[in-house]
């Protein structure tokens, strides 16, 4: 009983090992991502802030000198084809220098000053709209060197953030499944024509929570956006978390930008899994009805790893103790066929004794040079097999030989590595 609780402990503390240290990886993305944000809009303030105000002082100036030419020109003339030629061509200049008319108003007010639109806040919102490719558009930068450096920091960012994104969209995903298999207790099954309805029915799920996130999300943001209606949120919302950013409602408090950050963050993890889904279900349908062929050299991603099947299985294979021999007499399409139609493939024996050659033509099944003792509870946490099970687990077809432990299947070898006789 000690011996299986130190078992049971030991396997616990390698899976939650294992966990950390993937989780610690995601963890060490994220971060980076948000430093990423920060930084460049740290950069953007720099670049942009001392600029605007050199460019205010330039467009007071020029708006002063254009109101006095102005009315100069009106006070020497009496006729009306005149003054709205001078007041057209007026409107003209004033609107080539691109300045609102609460700025036109302030320039005409000396002690007072244009309040700035490249502060930290707006910057950092201007670098997260550049990342998700959201870009508003309400700031621009103007100086040479911004443009530049936005080329260069939307390179290498935008790919980097659509990756975290989606990273965050399968793990929401992966959240809803296992939740929803949680509520239902049973086990989520995705068998023949069960699995286009299956995969349905899950887009609906996750498109159902898009469309609740939106409605209560919605409700929430004119708490601190005063100028907008609900039907403003909610226009708002979708043409931000579907990246399409207009540009005519954008966030104006700064002092909320954090929790509208967070909102639109979270509302994308969301797309990215709604999208995903979709991919799925169009992924189904466009394979509906093919055959499984060539299953060796179909390509696959375990472990951080691109591998071919050919490779996995061979490895699998002989991990657990299989020949050479052995692996290339299995029909694997038609095994993984079977397998998804759920068929028992053919028996082929294990241990082939009426084979008078096989030891001279195939090698060990075990591997000998290998240290068993060191694999143990490092390949499989299950429970040691009887000899009863062990003398049925002889005669079991190859497929299902990757259920057995390899330090039972060297028992049966003897001390010298030949097999013994089975009847002995």
């Not at 490249?118 to 700031?139: A, H, Q, R």
């Amino acid at each position: 009983m000690g011996k299986k609780k130190e078992s049971m402990a030991k396997c616990a503390w390698m899976k939650f090992r294992n966990v950390l240290r993937i989780a610690l990886g995601h963890l060490a993305l994220y971060c980076f991502v948000v430093c990423y944000v920060f930084a460049g809009a740290w950069v953007f303030h720099q670049l942009e802030g001392e600029n605007e105000t050199e460019l205010h002082d330039k467009q007071r100036e020029y708006a002063m000198n254009l109101k006095k030419d102005v009315i100069a020109k009106l006070a020497t003339t009496e006729n009306v084809a005149e003054i709205n030629e001078h007041l057209r061509m007026f409107l003209r200049n004033i609107s080539n220098l691109h300045i609102s008319l609460d700025n036109y108003l302030i320039f005409n007010e000396p002690s007072q000053v244009v309040p700035k639109r490249w502060t930290f806040p707006s910057s950092v919102l201007f670098s997260f709209t550049i990342l998700t490719t959201i870009g508003y558009g309400n700031v621009t930068p103007h100086t040479q060197q911004c443009k530049v450096f936005l080329m260069i920091y939307g390179a290498f960012g935008i790919p980097l953030f659509l990756i975290t994104i989606a990273d965050l969209g399968r793990f929401s995903k992966t959240a809803i499944m296992a939740l929803v298999q949680k509520v239902s207790k049973r086990e989520l099954k995705k068998q023949s024509d069960e699995h286009l309805l299956r995969e349905i029915a899950e887009v609906m799920l996750v498109a159902g929570l898009f469309v609740v996130f939106i409605a209560i999300g919605s409700a929430v943001i004119p708490l601190w956006e005063n100028q907008l209606t609900y039907f403003d949120s909610v226009y708002f919302s979708y043409m931000s978390l579907t990246t399409i950013g207009l540009g005519d409602i954008v966030p104006r408090r700064m002092d909320f930008l954090l929790p509208t950050l967070i909102y639109i963050t979270i509302g994308l993890w969301l797309t990215t899994a709604l999208v995903e889904q979709l991919a799925d279900v169009f992924r189904l349908v466009h394979y509906a009805g093919r055959q499984v062929t060539n299953v060796k050299g179909i390509t696959v991603w375990l472990g951080g790893r691109r591998l071919s099947m050919g490779g996995l299985i061979s490895t699998v294979c002989r991990r657990v103790g299989m020949s050479e021999n052995l692996i290339n007499q299995i029909n694997w399409d038609r095994t993984v066929i079977d397998a998804l139609d759920g068929k028992m493939p053919p028996t082929l024996p294990i241990f082939p004794w009426h084979f008078t050659d096989f030891l001279e033509h195939d090698p060990p099944l075990i591997d000998l040079s290998i240290d068993l003792d060191q694999m143990d509870g490092s390949f499989y946490c299950s429970k040691p097999l009887s000899a009863k099970k062990q003398r049925r687990a002889s005669q079991m077809s190859a497929p299902a030989i990757a259920w057995m432990r390899p330090q039972e299947e060297a028992r049966i070898l003897d001390a010298d590595g030949n097999f013994p006789n089975i009847d002995a």
